[in-house]
């Protein structure tokens, strides 16, 4: 499958209008429409802070806490957000599979583009909270975009691998919001790093490992403060930040392969 | 758990033939007792069970269909008319065999494809366009003329679910018809609306025909066989037991029944 063909007019056309419809109908028949894309992250934030930031008072040394906090959230909704849609994007989609014949991938990469439109319009809050808690403009900014990237690329891969899975054994949607919620906790979104590394050095390098505890950390790294703890700063190696990239990559191309290899049998299967 | 796979090939020649089929096959795995799920899947492995049992629905089928026929196949539910649509569509793979499609082909599996309830009409236009190939600019372009022949106009801006079915299938129809391609396939889609929207749909079918459009038309209408078929190819329990004339065809389909 070459580029050309992969992106050919007709292949964009419909990628374009199969995300329009995601979008519109994800809304449909609430009264807030569109602004739950806005409210759903920004409540879960307001829950996070008052347990967490005010409760159990964590964070108290980071500078812009609650901006910290509310990018990583953020970031965290999207990531689920992202591979919850994707995995499911075949089986929702089963009804077109079984009727017309075009590349498979177009299903998944619309779910997840619609995760992308949340997140933008997320991040604009972000920024917003982030000017009025006194952030400065900081060409850094810039830098989140390959972060967020990262952060799309694996869960691109990780929805094509158990996407394709979930075809046939739909237990995997189930597996996967365990695990989801698992992975919440291994990754410093409530928690500063900071705590973690306080007791344990090993811990807190080998959380920094998991790419998606990478991308959130370098998010705010660029965006809040520059005294965040990241893995290119906190690892002391050159070679082991790139662990993460290359996880990343691994599981996007393992993904994309099996995808491309079961999808021949989706129609019939779905 | 390796699965064999024919070919399918679509090439662009001045030959003569549009669609070339050789000796296709086609079966699928029905799972048995819920092999959905995977603690089912562990134990069907570890009992050595393979969780599905293979039908066979296409049992080695041969045929072409020349540029410019128009050609019916008919046969019993279940005897793999679809199934061998699909395939030729695209939509499932062939197992064993060889197919080449020599043309820019068309497939209507089922009209309104991707409809959704939630939507209004027109946004449903726009999409289901979309799954045909048009653009958003072409679709502006025969918008008007979509609505006109579905008559409907005046419902443009309701949602899809509180169309009647029978309104729903005229709006898709008329969207499928804007669809221009060297090959079209349809599969029942004449069947569609009252008497006067049925009129229309003929003179749809025999504006192809007089136009020398190649289609391959699955249907179980006999009267549309021998309306606008050159050709009919029966099938039987996923096999071809006549090829010939649309009259004859229609004959000998009917004495299935009696």
Known sequence: MSIPRVLNRKNRILLAELTKTDFKLRYQGSVLGYLWALLRPLLMFAILY????????????????????LCGTTMWSFFTECTAQGIQAVVNRGDL?????????IVVVSATLTAIINLLINLVVVIIFALINGVDFSWSWFLVIPAIAELYLLSLGIAFLLGSINVKYRDITSIWDVFVQALFYAI?????????ADTSTLAAKIILLNPIAQAIQD???????????????????????????????????????????KSKFFAEEV | MKRQTGTRTEIQTSNDIAIEVKNLHKSFRLPTEQAFGLKQALFNRLRGIKGYTEQKVLKGLNFN??????????????????????????????????????????????????????????ENVYLNGALLGFSNEEIDEMYDDIWDFAELKQFQDQKLKNYSSGMQVRLAFSIAIRAKGDILLLDEVLAVGDAAFQQKCS??????KNNNQTVVLVTHSMDNVRNFCDRAILIEDGKITANGPANEIADQYLKLFS
Request: net charge positive; charged share 15%.
């Open chain 1, 219 to 261: 998010i705010r790294f660029a965006l809040i403060t520059h005294e965040t703890i990241t893995t290119w700063n906190y690892l002391g190696n050159i070679f082991l930040p790139f662990i993460p990239i290359l996880m990343t990559l691994a599981l996007l191309f393992f993904g994309a392969f099996v995808f491309r290899k």
């Open chain 2, 203 to 208: 003179d749809y079918f025999t504006n192809l």
């Open chain 1, 97 to 105: 599979l079984r009727k017309i014949s075009f590349p498979k991938y």
């Open chain 2, 65 to 122: 269909i020349k540029k410019g026929e128009f050609v019916g196949i008919v046969g019993r539910n279940g005897s793999g008319k679809s199934t061998l649509l699909k395939i030729i569509a695209g939509v499932y793979y062939p197992e064993k065999g060889e197919i080449t499609i020599d043309g820019n082909l068309i497939p209507f599996i089922e009209l309104g494809v991707g409809f959704s309830p939630e939507l209004t009409g027109r």
């Open chain 1, 50 to 69: 008052v347990v967490f930031a005010k409760l159990l008072k964590i964070g108290g040394d980071i500078p812009h806490y609650p901006v910290y906090l």
């Open chain 1, 188 to 196: 410093p979104i409530i928690y500063p790093i900071s705590m973690v």
